[in-house]
């Protein structure tokens, strides 16, 4: 039997507003704990929601870019649970009528494809709890602490349908989405510090035609390799449990990033009932169509978009996908290097692959923190072109200009690395080397072609490794054969 | 001596015949003279109140003038948070808690220069029609001790009846400050919902809840909600627009006034029979006065009773959900958070209040959700669509506002059935988010006050108390109390 795995993901999207979701606290998280709160993001008697605009804008932004539809009047329901740092005991989430519907995002990867985006909805962030003593789980813990900064700042949950089918299109998905937020610079966007969070929804059947199969939601994946892999190891666990005819549970499984394995949590009965119901505290909202279209105009250009201008424009598609999915400012220095006159294949390449391999020697995260500039690339491209720079005193040129020395042409000059490309100053010093090494010469003139190393390395050293070697080459076998 | 209305003493203040620490300490010898019968506070703030009138006196002294309110002391009911002064919505699971923060309507009246007297006693979370549910212990009718103050604002209603404070706000989820101001003969008012900020307003049912004042006079309620009643960016369904000067027609009359009176609440049939005549002397007065007066159908009344028993609910199930043990408040410790979160909870809360939220949780769980919380929404519009037909035939609605009297203490206590009953005639204006108003129009055969009540259409405020005012000025009523130093309140059956 032929086992296909049916997985959707679910994704929290942090926003970076200013403010939280409900109230005027900063949507900081790192301060000190339990200093960005209020009456409203403690849940204290009393207190009222009201909602923060420019999460709406951006959650907005997120929808558009996902193709999705707006929705006229989109209402905040309340999702009632019980839990210790959930302060109102029920979160303002989303529930029939969310903002953004029915969207889709072109994956590419190995396996490339369009992955369908059932909605898209705002509700509020969770406070957070430590457990302290024990392992850190709350089973066993001695005490937990709780630190209300998150809660209330703004979240975005994006859902799919059930359109991936392996793990690494998932994470290729994954990857697409985290470029598509930054792009729109709604949020952080930083896995590690749980800005995005993705929860996998992963069940496996007999074929394509079979119904679905029970499903499990994994949780805890914080990077791309971890959700690749919790997804592989998932499905291999239910493609096992099923081929031993056994039956799969639907539960919640954790990912333990250092065994490799997913860990059961509590078993599900049925789903659960969060007894939605719009939130009274809070008055339909309505999306005209003049604020959608006035976010629809401030979009930015997307990743897939601007992956294929790039090709367009003659960059390597490998290179191309590396330049929009690179740290911001490679893109931004890729495009000022062009704009400045640079050939677009030759600067990718650089880019994609000196001046990244240069920043992680200097061990530093991001270009825009270095000397190096968009006219600065071009210059040093231009100086290779005009063969005024060796391969080796360019890439001496570029660690320069990054430590902040200069320009280029500054650089290459304070450093002293101009290639001597003269020929009627290089033409001297030939002479000069075929009057030290006649012997040498006459056998080059007998025909030991070999020898124009020999005497294009004299001429190197001669000038200190200035010379241009190519030219010194050429203007070498000219005279040989001239006689 | 009288305590004075708000009106009165605001005069007599800038006038300088009397003071604001006079004014405090009249009302602290009323605390002290029938407090302990009557139990209307949880809690007094006797310093606070001589603070201020201290302040407010040598404002006046100095020629500052900061509000209408300046020296006023006025009694707040304890769903609404005070800053540094406990809040416990008559609960045990608040017992103890002091709020960080005041109150929108709080910090509008402290601005307007009134001084908070304490906090006044109310059936748990709002949750009764006659502060018998407090898990502090009742509040009594000032009329007559055996008798319930109705409630759930029973002791704001209580506390102004007993001349405790000059003034009091309450809220009104189907009739919380309407229904006591009834039984207690004084005036009280629920706004258009929305006209009054909640922020603070300790939330029983968002949707419906509404504060309001509780006043001798109908003037006395048009300067408090006058104060009280603005734009709130803090609450999102606070009204944003300007509105009609609330006391823009006053002793306009009833001339030309179109009164209708919904078959369904006039002479339904749990009224008692000394209301009902007083009900419909005042409407033969009104006709005399210059109204024209017509029978309204409105068919719905008695499903909206059902509807209001299910929203309440369903919306307090969430609202409640805040108090577990883990923040603030009671907490009862147990092996696991759940379990310290249940105890917590099924020690703090009474039997009205567990009732009520179980009701609401059940309402809104899978499978039931639409038969029960989705129809009642529906019920809801029907009665506002009762309320809109009638409205163009009439201006004002006018009812009884209580289909009965004070009962006794103890009387509907074992039968919720009866108890909820008490809101048949208030609850429509709630389920609509319209204005309504009680003014006290005269006494029943025990000596009991007898209210009516004036509904006007969403954001009518303006219409609505030139009703109020009209029929205040015919019943001729005096809101004092009998009250005799030497023996303080009547108590039992006269």
Request: include cysteine; glycine fraction near 10%.
């Amino acid at each position: 039997m032929s086992w296909e795995a049916v997985i959707g993901l679910e994704t929290h999207v942090e926003l970076s507003t200013e403010s939280k979701m409900f109230c005027g606290c900063p949507a900081r998280f790192e301060s000190e704990p339990n200093t960005n709160v209020c009456p409203v993001c403690l849940g204290l008697p009393g207190a009222l929601p009201v909602p923060n605009r420019e999460a709406i804008n951006r959650i907005m932004r997120i929808g558009l870019a996902l193709n999705c539809s707006i929705t006229r009047q989109p209402v905040f329901h309340r999702k009632n649970y019980f839990y210790a740092d959930l302060p109102k005991n029920y979160q303002i989430s989303q529930f029939d009528l969310p903002v953004c519907v029915d969207g889709f995002l072109e994956v590419g990867g190995t396996d490339p494809g369009r992955v369908g985006i059932e909605r898209v909805h705002q509700e509020e962030d969770t406070g957070k709890s430590t457990h302290m003593g024990g392992d850190g789980r709350i089973s066993g813990a001695e005490y937990s602490l709780l630190d209300f900064n998150r809660s209330g700042v703004p979240l975005v949950e994006i859902v799919t349908r059930p359109d991936l089918r392996s793990a690494a299109q998932a994470r290729a998905y994954g990857q697409e989405l985290k470029l598509l937020v930054e792009a729109l610079g709604v949020s952080d966007a930083r896995l590690e510090e749980g800005s995005i969070r993705f929860d996998a929804n992963v069940s496996v059947r007999s074929g394509p035609e079979a119904p679905l199969g029970t499903k499990v939601e994994i949780k805890n994946m914080n990077s791309f390799r971890s959700l690749e892999r919790a997804v592989t190891y998932e499905i291999g666990r239910q493609t096992h449990l099923l081929s031993q005819e056994g039956t799969v549970v639907m539960e919640t499984r954790h990912w333990d990033e250092e065994a490799g394995a997913t860990r059961g949590g509590r078993v599900k009965e049925g789903s659960s009932d969060y007894r939605y119901f719009p939130d009274p505290d809070l008055v339909p909202m309505e999306i005209d169509p003049a604020w959608e279209s006035h976010i629809r105009a401030s979009l930015p250009e997307l990743p897939a978009a601007r992956r294929t201008r790039y090709e367009q424009m003659g960059v390597d598609p490998t290179m191309a996908a590396t330049l929009v999915a690179g740290e911001s400012g490679l893109a931004g220095l890729f495009e000022e290097a062009v704009n400045l006159g640079a050939g677009p294949s030759q600067a990718a390449n650089w880019v994609t692959g000196e001046v990244v391999a240069a920043l992680r020697k200097a061990s530093i995260n991001s270009v825009t923190e270095t000397g190096l500039t968009g006219s600065a690339l071009a210059e040093l491209l231009e100086m290779i072109g005009q063969g005024k720079l060796s391969g080796s005193a360019a890439r001496e040129v570029l660690t320069g200009v990054i430590a902040g020395e200069g320009g280029s042409g500054q650089v290459a000059a304070a450093r002293d690395l101009i290639q001597i490309s003269d020929t009627e100053m290089l033409a001297e010093v030939i002479e000069e080397v075929l009057a030290a090494h006649p012997d040498e010469f006459s056998r080059l003139q007998g025909g030991e072609q070999k020898l124009v190393g020999f005497l294009v390395g004299q001429v190197m050293r001669r000038t200190r490794g200035k010379a241009d070697p190519k030219l010194a080459g050429a203007l070498i076998a000219e005279r040989s054969s001239a006689r | 001596m009288s305590i004075p209305s708000i009106v009165e003493a605001a005069r007599a203040l800038r006038e300088g015949s009397i003071t604001s620490v006079g004014l405090a300490r009249q009302v602290l010898y009323r605390i002290a003279m029938v407090e302990a019968q009557l139990h209307a506070f949880l809690t007094v703030d006797t310093d606070g109140l001589m603070a201020g009138a201290e302040e407010a006196d040598q404002a006046f002294a100095e020629g500052r003038d900061i509000g209408p309110l300046q020296g006023i002391p006025i009694a707040l009911k304890d769903n609404l948070t005070t800053r540094n002064l406990e809040t416990t919505a008559g609960s045990k699971i608040l017992s103890g808690y002091v709020p960080p923060y005041d109150a929108t309507v709080v910090k509008r009246l402290r601005q307007a220069g009134a001084l908070i007297v304490g906090k006044t006693n109310l059936d748990e979370f709002a949750m009764g029609s006659s502060t018998e549910n407090s898990a502090f212990g009742p509040t009594r009718n000032p009329w007559n001790t055996d008798r319930v103050p109705g409630g759930s604002s029973g002791g704001s209603a209580a506390a102004v009846a007993a001349g405790m404070s000059l003034g009091g706000l309450g809220s009104d989820t189907g009739g919380s400050i309407r229904q006591p101001a009834s039984l207690c003969g004084v005036v009280g008012v629920k706004p258009t919902y929305g006209t009054v900020s909640r922020y603070g307003l300790i939330a029983f049912a968002s949707s419906l809840d509404q504060i309001g004042p509780i006043t001798h006079t109908v003037a006395d309620a048009v300067l408090l909600l006058e104060v009280i009643g603005a734009p709130d960016p803090l609450d999102s369904t606070s009204y944003p627009h300007e509105m009609e000067p609330v006391g823009a027609r006053l002793g306009r009359g009833l001339e030309g006034i179109r009164v209708g009176v919904a078959s369904q609440l006039g002479g339904a049939e749990a009224v008692e029979p000394d209301v009902e005549a007083a009900f419909f002397q005042m409407v033969s007065a009104m006709e005399r006065a210059g109204a024209t007066t017509l029978e309204v159908d409105l068919p719905s009344t008695e499903q909206g009773l059902s509807a209001y028993y299910l929203i309440a609910p369903a919306e307090c199930s969430a609202n409640l959900a805040r108090f577990d043990g883990v923040r603030y408040g009671l907490r009862v410790n147990g092996d696991t958070t759940e379990q310290m979160m249940s105890r917590s909870r099924a020690d703090g809360f009474g039997p009205e209040v567990t009732r009520r939220v179980l009701l609401g949780t059940f309402a809104l769980s899978a499978g039931y959700h639409e038969a029960f919380y989705g129809q009642a929404q529906k019920v809801r519009t029907l009665i506002r669509e009762d309320l809109a037909r009638a409205y163009r035939q009439c201006d004002v609605l006018v009812s009884p506002t209580s289909p009965t009297t004070a009962f006794r203490l103890g009387d509907r206590t074992d039968n919720p059935l009866a108890m909820y009953m008490s809101d048949v005639l208030t609850i429509p204006s709630n389920l609509a988010g319209h204005p309504a108003a009680n003014i006290p129009i005269g006494l029943d055969r025990h000596d009991l006050p007898i209210g009516f009540q004036v509904m006007a259409p969403a954001l009518e405020e303006a219409l609505m108390f030139q009703v109020a005012s009209a029929v205040e000025e015919l019943a001729g009523f005096d809101t004092t109390v009998p009250f005799d130093p030497s023996h303080g309140l009547r108590g039992g059956v006269r």
